[in-house]
């Protein structure tokens, strides 16, 4: 955390309305990687609508990668996984999926509107690689 601070706090005329902030994550389809709980009081009715579905036969989740910049969401992109090893997330994937996709479309739509917009992202593999780091 130090590091990211300070790095923000030296960058001469930092301006976080213009950066294009990304990540990935898995969601899954199942309840066995959360803990929901719920609270009623006494007299409340019991209401079918408000419990949560259980998917007991499933361990299915997908991948989805989103950006966010001051005051804008981005697009919501749900990842393809080819499946097997190497099917995840790799760098051809990222470039293809992600960059080449719905980032670059948003990026040019806040470059008109904002200008000097910057693209920051974790250092997971594929963002690090130097195909990654050429098409960047």
């Known amino acids: 955390k130090k590091k990211r601070v300070a790095w923000a706090r030296g960058v001469k005329g930092f301006n ?4 294009i902030w990304s990540d990935e994550c898995y969601v899954y389809c199942d309840d066995s990687h959360s ?5 009623c009081h006494p007299d409340e009715v019991f209401e079918d609508d408000c419990l949560v579905p259980a998917f007991k036969q499933s361990n299915t ?3 989805v990668w989103a950006c966010v910049m001051k005051g804008m969401k981005g697009p919501l ?13 790799n760098a051809d994937h990222y470039q293809e999926q992600v960059l080449s996709g719905a980032l670059a479309e948003f990026y ?16 997971a593999p594929s963002h ?5 780091q050429k098409w960047l």
Do not use: N, P, W
């Not at 992109?77 to 997330?89: A, D, I, P, T």
């Open 16 to 19: 976080c309305s213009k950066v």
């Open 77 to 89: 992109v749900v990842l393809e996984y080819s499946g097997g090893k190497g099917g995840g997330m």
């Open 128 to 132: 690090k690689a130097k195909g990654t």
């Open 108 to 123: 040019k739509g806040m470059e008109s509107e904002r200008g000097g917009i910057k693209f920051q992202r974790d250092g």
């Open 61 to 63: 989740c997908v991948m």
């Open 35 to 39: 803990q929901v709980f719920v609270t």
